[in-house]
T-cell receptor
């Protein structure tokens, strides 16, 4: 149980285009989903927290107009990187948690984004 | 501010031996949760073990166990009978506390397993 999928697993796009990444909890309802960014050989950096039906909460320094997050249902959250630039190239990981504070986050397999 | 510190950037262990990865954290919360996650080369984050701070008993999951010292704010991970498949980056994480599931991660320890 507790499987989280992410699609696509990798994407290459041209500078200036937008890219959408989907995160789905397959066998449980996720009250909260998280989006992280990870640079090579570094830890995970939390970008934002999203709760179903409400606006995402962004971490300090993360541009909410650039990284649009939608959490339309208890099993789906999307991250859209708008007007992507080469510096947005990174590994993006989502996670999902059910229940109250302290519940385990289950992670998706990640999406590798390369902006040319 | 809450912090999680992993002081060992890299560790190495012989197959079948035991290794301990260190983690210390700082929090002002009285009720919180601690986690160890494993990230193999595939980069899929996998939960290894979860500890509830109000429980004195150390969590165990098969060959993985923790030494949770609440007063010292220490949360080390012990891997017994190490296997080649244990080679990965290991991240310690602390729950932010309060009405949130947010985690703060340490910088990670890269574990190599020698055959």
């Amino acid at each position: 149980g507790a499987v989280v999928s992410q699609h696509p697993s990798w994407v290459i796009c041209k500078s200036g285009t937008s890219v959408k990444i989907e995160c789905r909890s397959l066998d449980f309802q996720a009250t909260t989903m998280f989006w992280y960014r990870q640079f090579p050989k570094q830890s995970l950096m939390l970008m934002a927290t999203s709760n179903e039906g409400s606006k995402a909460t962004y971490e300090q320094g993360v541009e909410k107009d650039k990284f649009l997050i939608n959490h339309a249902s208890l099993t789906l959250s999307t991250l859209t990187v708008t007007s992507a630039h080469p510096e947005d190239s990174s590994f993006y990981i989502c996670s999902a948690a059910a229940g109250g504070p302290g519940e385990t986050q289950y992670f998706g397999p990640g999406t590798r984004l390369l902006v040319l | 501010a809450q912090t999680v510190t992993q002081s060992q950037p890299e560790m190495s262990v012989q197959e079948a031996e035991t290794v301990t990865l260190s983690c210390t954290y700082d929090t002002s919360e009285s009720d919180y949760y601690l986690f160890w996650y494993k990230q193999p080369p595939s980069r899929q984050m996998i939960l290894v073990i979860r500890q509830e701070a109000y429980k004195q008993q150390n969590a165990t999951e098969n060959r993985f166990s923790v030494n949770f010292q609440k007063a010292a704010k220490s949360f080390s991970l012990k891997i017994s009978d190490s296997q080649l498949g244990d080679a990965a980056m290991y991240f310690c994480a602390s729950h932010y506390g309060g009405a949130t599931n947010k985690l703060i991660f340490g910088t990670g320890t890269l574990l190599a397993v020698q055959p």
